[in-house]
């Protein structure tokens, strides 16, 4: 009976965790010895009784096969940890999953990527400067890895599929769930376009603690880790911690300081995470990588693009707009702007901010703005 068959029955048997397969991968028993366990044995190697009670009365080859045979019916697949495509760079983590359940395209596991996260409330500055990062990466033909949760991972994941990109959702549900129920349309998307993950089998019931274990996985997958908008507690900042436990890089865009959706992200940077205010601060780190396209080819196309491209709805919001047609008649200082817009500092400041990244106004001494 092969290898993989073994580790997907004993991941699935009831009362098994990946810390007590961890716990039996290091001891010096092969998995196929397992099927003959008596209840002591499986005492003996550190379970409860109650947990052993059920590994030896369940777990023999005809439960091992029955659950292979489940798992090659519908468009589930599944991905084991003695696979010769489970993906390398998860296999060098702390914590990686026993076993992978997919639906999608799983060569994705084998592409240069990078996780966006965030909150799930984001500001208009986030949403857009996902938007705009997100284009980025995916046209560099980067892979971008999300929660498939609202806010940006939301953002993040559309975006991609928008432009023709790729990317990769880890859910803290079991695959045959959607959650959040309105993430359906682009949980099918998704499972056509791109990638879905989760290491949790068809069937199981969620609970809260599953969605922060997924964000070792979103990490594990990917390069580095960018953090778009998050507050101090944010559980975005959960994938952060996991990348630089994997030695991983992290990234954390820039906010209003006056922003509590942007004190988890400047803290990142207070820490050391590179500060992102355009795709190419991340590209440039993976160039060796990317085979199809390099940094200064972008760099290039996008300084071009930005003289060119007309501003229109579609690329900046009603905020944006409004600064732009008040820096039409000339420059105006940020005074004159909270004047003229009756907005709060933090709208107007956030707003600012975007129309910099997105290079279509300059800000000059004197906290003064213009339009390029």
């Known amino acids: 009976m092969e290898e993989r068959w073994l580790l997907l029955g004993l991941h699935e048997l009831e009362g098994i965790g990946r810390k007590t397969i961890q716990r039996i991968w290091s001891s010096d028993y092969r998995l196929h010895e397992l099927l003959q366990f008596s209840e002591q044995k499986w005492i003996d190697i550190g379970l409860s009784p109650a947990q052993a009670r059920i590994a030896a009365q369940c777990y023999d080859e005809e439960w091992v096969h029955e659950r292979y045979r489940r798992s090659q ?4 697949g599944t991905i084991t940890y003695v696979d010769e495509d489970y993906p390398l760079l998860m ?23 990078v996780a966006m996260v965030g909150t799930r409330v984001p500001t208009a500055y986030g949403r857009r400067a996902a938007e705009i990062l997100t284009e980025g990466l995916c046209h560099a033909g980067i892979t971008v890895v999300s929660g498939l949760a609202k806010g940006i991972d939301s953002i993040c994941h559309e975006t991609a599929l928008r432009r023709g990109g790729k990317t990769i959702g880890v859910l803290g549900t079991a695959i045959d769930q959607i959650y959040p129920p309105q993430n359906a349309f682009l949980f099918a998307e998704m499972a056509s376009k791109g990638l879905i993950v989760s290491e949790y089998p068809p069937g199981t019931r969620s609970h809260p603690g599953m969605f922060p274990q997924r964000n070792r996985i979103i990490a594990g997958l990917t390069r580095g880790t960018l953090v778009v908008e998050a507050d101090a507690r944010s559980g975005s900042l959960i994938t952060a911690d996991a990348a630089l436990e994997a030695n991983r890089d992290v990234f954390a865009v820039p906010g209003p300081i006056t922003s509590p959706k942007s004190r988890g992200t400047l803290n990142l940077i207070k820490q050391g995470a590179k500060t992102v205010t355009e795709a190419s601060d991340i590209i440039e780190e993976y160039t060796a990588d990317l085979r199809t396209r390099d940094v200064s080819s972008y760099n290039r196309e996008q300084s071009r693009d930005a003289k060119v491209v007309p501003s229109t709805p579609e690329h900046e919001t009603s905020e944006e707009n409004r600064i732009v047609l008040l820096l039409e008649q000339g420059t105006m200082t940020l005074d004159e702007l909270l004047e003229a817009t009756a907005w709060d500092f933090g709208l107007l400041h956030a707003v600012l901010l975007s129309l910099i990244i997105k290079k279509r106004i300059a800000q000059l001494a004197g906290t003064k703005y213009k339009l390029i």
């Not at 019916?73 to 589930?76: F, K, L, N, P, R």
């Open 73 to 76: 019916t519908g468009d589930i």
């Open 91 to 113: 296999k060098e983590t702390v914590d990686p999953p026993w076993v992978m359940y997919t639906k999608g395209d799983k060569s994705l596991l084998h592409t240069c990527a």
